[in-house]
Nanobody
């Protein structure tokens, strides 16, 4: 099982980015998928999470600016980030609960993708 994140980069404040994270490998089903971030010197924090049924929750700091979505057919989760602020600068990680049929990977991490917002 692998989670591959992409879409990070450098953007000016007020700009937008869209992150993607695709799961691959032996997958029977995926339950919750989410995005976390970790800024330098800070703990990793939840940004947004979405269930297999499409229910979502957001950190207060990103509500109204970020939108999480998923394509179950593609085993992919997205994070649309609008009105970006310098405080959004962090490494963003995707996370998922993946049933491979043999092993249940609870809280499986992908590699991070860097998001840098300049002022």
């Amino acid at each position: 099982v692998q989670l591959q994140a992409s879409g990070g980069g450098l953007v000016q404040a007020g700009g937008s980015l869209r992150l993607s994270c695709a799961a691959s490998g032996s997958i029977v089903s995926i339950n919750s998928m989410g995005w976390y971030r970790q800024a330098p010197g800070k703990q990793r924090e939840l940004v947004a999470i979405i269930t297999s049924g499409g229910s979502s929750n957001y950190a207060d700091s990103v509500k109204g600016r970020f939108t999480i979505s998923r394509d179950n057919a593609k085993n992919t989760v997205y994070l649309q980030m609008n009105s970006l602020k310098p405080d959004d600068t962090a490494v963003y990680y995707c996370n998922a609960d993946i049933n491979s049929g043999i092993v249940y990977h609870r809280g499986y991490w992908g590699q991070g993708t860097q998001v840098t917002v300049s002022s």
